[in-house]
């Protein structure tokens, strides 16, 4: 059986405003009480004078670096200087929480996630019970999940996270029906999965019975698992070299991942550069690609051919080749033009 899986990175969010993972402190440090929760654990940790503790200077710094700092210091369970491990996870969720709220906080133009998840319906519709599509994401944001939970109501098509997830809203609204995941197939639902490698903005997990609650509209950081009375947390898992990927969900999650990509007859990459930080990510792939298989790939990103994007999306090219040779089809126009010209074709060819 044929199978198209589209697998998004950073890339595929920029053009709705979601930040690059450059740019999102810089955008977070406009709030002035984060930016001077966060200078307690910069003023520890980096060689800065007080007076440099700038929101320029701490703006430079990796995304990367900070959460591997975090990270480190949590896994190894000692104190640093001033800062106990209290302190450190403490830190950790309230970077994780600016972030989710900030992304939430974005709203722009969804013109070509609607195109592009419409078309993803209507292909899903076609293929009865086959499962001839997924989407695998690398990003946090929850745009696709927003579209799809407001366009699939009351709705033979349903999205599946491919893990055993619990409605936030269903706890305070026992009126609010919703299925979980695993479920959808036998409650006869056709199911579009999208599968979030790295977790979700609106995924909140308990550490006590370690459900995982999916919230449909913002929520504060103080709420409580309704059968544990325990604390929630975001369910993102951090961009660092030392990614966690222990718990039941995340690992399931995974699985979907490689049997999906190893399934696959053609892999569409959108807006993913292959970060270092990426590895695992890269192991899977390898895990699940044959070499001798003739899937075929394509790359989706943006060259501005007077900029030195070009520069960069030569880099790129050269990434991709170093993977998977020669064979590899790159579409230079961005995603938004992707899906006007060259998506129904790629979907009429599974």
């Known amino acids: 059986m ?28 406009d709030d002035e009480e984060f930016l001077k929760e966060m200078k307690k654990f910069y003023r520890e940790f980096y060689l ?11 703006s430079k710094i990796p995304l990367e670096d900070v959460f591997s700092l975090l990270d480190k210091s949590i896994k190894s369970a000692h104190k640093y200087k001033q800062l106990k491990v209290s302190d450190f996870i403490k830190i950790e969720n309230t970077l994780t929480n600016k972030i989710a709220t900030y992304f939430e906080s974005i709203n722009e133009d969804n013109t070509y996630i609607k195109n592009f998840m419409d078309k993803l319906i209507d292909f899903r519709k076609s293929c009865g019970d086959n499962d001839k599509q997924s989407i695998i994401t690398l990003n946090w944001d929850n745009l696709i999940d927003k579209y799809l939970q407001t366009e699939l109501q009351d709705n033979e098509i349903a999205l599946d996270y491919c893990m055993f997830d619990y ?38 997990i308990c550490h006590s019975c370690h459900k995982v609650y999916i ?7 103080d709420y409580l698992c309704k059968t544990c009375e325990v604390e929630l947390e975001k369910f993102m898992i951090s961009p660092t070299f030392m990614k966690e990927f222990q718990t039941n969900h995340i690992k399931n999650i995974w699985h979907n991942a490689f049997i999906d990509i190893s399934e696959a007859t053609h892999i569409v990459f959108v807006g993913y550069s292959f970060p270092l930080a990426d590895f695992e990510f890269k192991i899977l792939l390898s895990r699940a690609l044959k070499k001798e298989s003739n899937i075929k790939i394509t790359v989706v990103d943006y060259k501005d051919q007077e900029t030195k994007k070009s520069t960069v999306f030569k880099e790129l090219r050269e990434r991709y080749e170093s993977f998977f040779g020669s064979n590899v089809t790159f579409y230079d126009k961005g995603i938004q033009q992707y899906v006007e010209e060259q998506m129904d074709a790629d979907l009429n060819n599974i």
């Open 2 to 29: 044929s199978k198209i899986v589209y697998i998004l990175g950073a890339g595929f969010s920029i053009p709705y405003g979601i930040p690059a993972q450059k740019d999102i402190m810089k955008n977070c440090f």
């Open 48 to 58: 800065f004078s007080s007076k440099k503790l700038t929101k320029p200077a701490l």
């Open 167 to 204: 409605s936030f809203e269903q706890q305070y609204d026992n009126q609010i029906q919703h299925i979980p995941s695993t479920h959808l197939k036998v409650k006869g639902k056709k199911n579009i999965k999208l599968i979030k490698v790295h977790g979700s903005i609106n995924w909140n």
């Open 215 to 221: 919230n449909t509209q913002p929520i504060s950081n």
